[in-house]
């Protein structure tokens, strides 16, 4: 995870000041003095960690802190505005054209993610803002590139619009865009090439791409795990290019998080969107205030409850509310809760959401058993229907064929049921009480 070495080191340093009823100079100084090292370990950029430390010192010792009754909360508080401030502040939203289609162009170095990161977006569009993107394949210098983005086009069932490797970038972007009209495309994403090295004659055909497509959005697609090297390009084509916007991805990999904090005061570009992952619902939308929050150990309760919303079907969850009610809730509905969770991303991160999360002792530490899930999953499944709905008629001999057809043993078939049978239990306590509750409620 992200911003790791750095979140641990703001965590302890602000514990030291939180409670404090008094914060001299001397202690914003030494507070000043951690922050800075930690802020250069992560790698981030000297300048920026110089800039920052001035702004919070200043604040800190202002009558904004020192005046007020908790003066080692709002130095806390300086902290995070500050450090939200440095990513971007407000987030930023993605454009939408007058006429469309919407051409978003993707620029970058090679391997920095850009084609999968077009396809991403692709899919984020469509999923949470019911777009309906085209995909335009206009990498003809890497053979592979055509190639990769049709599969993705295809995962996706999406169309992709090439022209193979013969034709110029240029021609390809302006056919493409006719055909999206005609199609009734909203969005043209363009996946442009990419080189080792920013070079001359590749700027100059994104510049000719730029100028002939007239595009909503320049994203410029950059590895975290580069650091610096991340911030070096981004201020390079912003300058030859003109850029609306930074998508960063691998972020999953990158433990320091340099390149996410200097970013947007080195290049004067915002961080428009994180990749998280390989995987194409791996892209989420960078939130500033959301990730300094997240860095300062206060949680992230916001992503939480939306990753709940996307991944959890509101009719479905209705359903399952009513059969907890009337206790008719089977195994089979409790397969489907538990796919449901597991639809929301690793455990782990999303433990790690919770505020006050970093403060649970071992959860650093902690491997959430994706596996366990699993075996549960697999159990559940080797049941036949009648058993997931009543699971009372499960005996000993259909206890030994389910540990079998799972592949677990006996006793962990036994102890599924008795937790089943358990929260059963439970859900009819509740719902006798609230039976009662309505009971005398109606005597008035
Ligand atoms: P391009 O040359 O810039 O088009 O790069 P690709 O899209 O081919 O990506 C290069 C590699 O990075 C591929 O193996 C991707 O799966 C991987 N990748 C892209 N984005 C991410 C991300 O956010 N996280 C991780 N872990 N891998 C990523």
Redo the contacts with the bound molecule.
Sequence with gaps: MAFEGLADRLQNTMQKIRGKGKVSEADVKEMMREVRLALLEADVNFKVVKDFIKKVSERSVGQEVMKSLTPGQQVIKVVKEELTELMGGEESKIAVANRPPTVIMMV???????????G?LANLLRKKYNRKPMLVAA?VY?PA?IK?LETLGKQLDMPVFSLGDQVSPVEIARQAIEKAKEDHNDYVII?TA?RLHIDEKLMDELKEIKELSNPNEIFL?V?AMTGQDAVNVAQSFNELLGLTGVVL?????DTRGGAALSIRAVSKTPIKF?????KLD??ETFHPERMASRILGMGDVLTLIEKAQANVDEEKAKELEKKMRTASFTLDDFLEQLGQVRNMGPLDELLKMMPGANKIKGLDNLQVDEKQISHVEAIIQSMTKEEKEHPEIINASRRKRIAKGSGRTVPEVNRLLKQFEDMKKMMKQMTGMQQKGKKKGGFK
Excluded: C, F, Y
């Excluded at 970058?108 to 077009?118: E, I, R, V, W, Y």
């Excluded at 991805?249 to 990999?253: M, P, S, V």
């Excluded at 994180?274 to 390989?278: A, I, K, R, S």
């Design positions: 970058g170095l090679q391997g920095a993610g850009k084609t999968t990161t077009t991403k990498d890497r590139a990769q996946d990419g697609v590895d991805t691998k972020l999953d990999g994180v990749g998280l992952g390989e791996a892209l």
